[in-house]
T-cell receptor, first 116, second 116 residues
């Protein structure tokens, strides 16, 4: 049973560029959430997708956008990259309506983005 | 809004000893779930243990137990018989029970180092 997979694992981009990160959820999960983890900090919620729609959004600018596909996989897009966007980006999958009701979110290994 | 506070940036413990990692939380939600995740240097967040706010008993999972004191709004993680492989970052997190899939709010983490 494959867990959550993310690609790529590492990425280096230049300021002003655009980047796309990808995530495949755990088999059987239908909800994908994205988190940004700056160095030395805890993960911060970016947004969440279910049924191909953004359902919740954290305090992130519109430069951060996403998409969910019919097979539940998801992409995170960041436009006009800033140095401050350098971070570990984590994807988490869960079952819609079940997180916390005795069920947990499963995380991928993350994509480490460096903006230079 | 929810907030998680982890006041121990770093902890040391000798192999085979027990260690307690502190977590306090703040929320106005009447029902919520509390989680602990382990993050090794590889980056992946590994689920350890879950406690529902409505649970009367403290959760246990193998060598992990959660000391839940609702009145004090604390959810400390106890690791018994520490092993060298326990060296990692540990994050406390919570989610409200909103009836739909929700987001996780994380603390800043505690770095645990297990020594011989």
């Amino acid at each position: 049973d494959a867990g959550v997979t993310q690609s790529p694992t590492h990425l280096i981009k230049t300021r002003g560029q655009q980047v796309t990160l990808r995530c495949s959820p755990k088999s059987g999960h239908d909800t994908v959430s994205w988190y940004q983890q700056a160095l030395g900090q805890g993960p911060q919620f970016i947004f969440q997708y279910y049924e191909e729609e953004e359902r919740q959004r954290g305090n992130f600018p519109d430069r951060f956008s996403g998409h969910q596909f019919p097979n539940y996989s998801s992409e995170l897009n960041v436009n006009a990259l800033l140095l401050g966007d350098s971070a570990l980006y984590l994807c988490a999958s869960s079952l819609w309506g079940r997180l916390g009701w005795g069920t947990e979110a499963f995380f991928g290994q993350g994509t480490r983005l460096t903006v230079v | 809004a929810q907030k998680i506070t982890q006041t121990q940036p770093g902890m040391f413990v000798q192999e085979k000893e027990a260690v307690t990692l502190d977590c306090t939380y703040d929320t106005s939600d009447p029902s919520y779930g509390l989680f602990w995740y382990k993050q090794p240097s590889s980056g992946e967040m590994i689920f350890l243990i879950y406690q529902g706010s409505y649970d009367q008993q403290n959760a246990t999972e193998g060598r992990y137990s959660l000391n839940f004191q609702k009145a004090r709004k604390s959810a400390n993680l106890v690791i018994s018989a520490s092993q060298l492989g326990d060296s990692a970052m540990y994050f406390c997190a919570m989610t409200p029970f909103t009836g739909t899939a929700s987001k996780l709010t994380f603390g800043t983490g505690t770095r645990l180092q297990v020594t011989l």
